[in-house]
């Protein structure tokens, strides 16, 4: 892989279904532990960007690095923004990594990193389609929102929506006859699109769709995006976490 890369994982305390999300116990370390753990040393460096003292403390003590922030950030890409900046650190690519998914492949960073293979990349993302015979409910669920991809692996746009519609066919259907693309939200930036793309206003279809990539998309910038067959598991809610639990016994056997 060409270049420096950094990861970041934004994490804040207050979340709305989950408080303290970042700090629930996951047989023994703390999600954000387990987080930093699945990414670090793929990376050049690896930072903890939160604005609560509790997660900082958590993350240094565990031996982490991690950086204060703004609590007013509208997005976790402002709030890499605002670590990065105040480091005078000097990377070429910054990631992007969900706090809350502690399942995160090594794979997928690795595919991330080699979307910037291509000097002309400038943000990138994941996508993994759906399957055939998936549960078209899925499908049809806002809070997994799908992609337009072209050929070259260019994202042309995201929506909570079921896009494209397929005409013609009953909606039990649809996933037999199209090859679908759930958006997995982990990016990379080039380190001055980072920049950039944080000092711009939210645009009408971000407001729209609640979506932050739709805001890039209107200004020009372009997403490459790399196609995983790998599931993550995002833990929103306290029932998330019970699943994770399980999933993490049945790994240690």
């Known amino acids: 892989m060409n270049g420096k890369f950094l990861g970041i994982i934004p994490a804040r305390y207050a979340s709305t279904r989950f408080p303290g999300k970042p700090l629930a116990d996951m047989l023994g370390k703390p999600m954000i532990q387990r987080v930093y753990e699945r990414v670090d040393g793929l990376l050049d460096e690896t930072w903890v960007a939160t604005d609560d003292e509790r997660i900082y403390e958590a993350v240094t003590n565990f031996g982490g690095k991690a950086v204060m922030?703004?609590?007013?950030?509208?997005?976790?890409t402002d709030r890499c923004n605002e670590a990065y900046v105040r480091s005078n650190a000097k990377f070429d690519v910054v990631i992007n990594i969900q706090g809350d998914e502690p399942f995160i492949q090594a794979s997928q960073i690795k595919l991330l990193q080699a979307c910037f293979d291509d000097e002309n990349t400038q943000i990138a993302t994941?996508?993994?389609?759906?399957?055939?015979?998936?549960?078209?409910?899925n499908l049809f669920n806002p809070n997994t929102p799908k992609v337009i991809?072209?050929?070259e692996r260019q994202a042309v746009y995201f929506s909570r929506s079921v896009i494209p519609y397929i005409r013609g066919k009953q909606h039990t259907e649809w996933l037999q006859s199209h090859?679908?693309?759930?958006?997995?939200?982990v990016y990379a930036y080039r380190a001055e699109v980072l920049k950039a793309i944080a000092s711009l206003p939210q645009s009408p279809l971000e407001k729209a769709e609640s979506l932050e990539q739709l805001r890039w998309i209107e200004n020009g910038y372009r997403i490459k995006v790399g196609i995983t067959n790998e599931e993550t598991v995002g833990i929103d809610t306290p029932e998330d976490m019970e699943r994770a639990l399980n999933a993490l016994r049945s790994q240690a056997g």
């Open 69 to 76: 922030t703004a609590p007013n950030h509208r997005s976790g």
């Open 126 to 137: 994941l996508v993994k389609p759906f399957s055939a015979d998936d549960d078209f409910e």
């Open 149 to 151: 991809i072209t050929p």
């Open 179 to 185: 090859v679908f693309y759930k958006h997995i939200g």
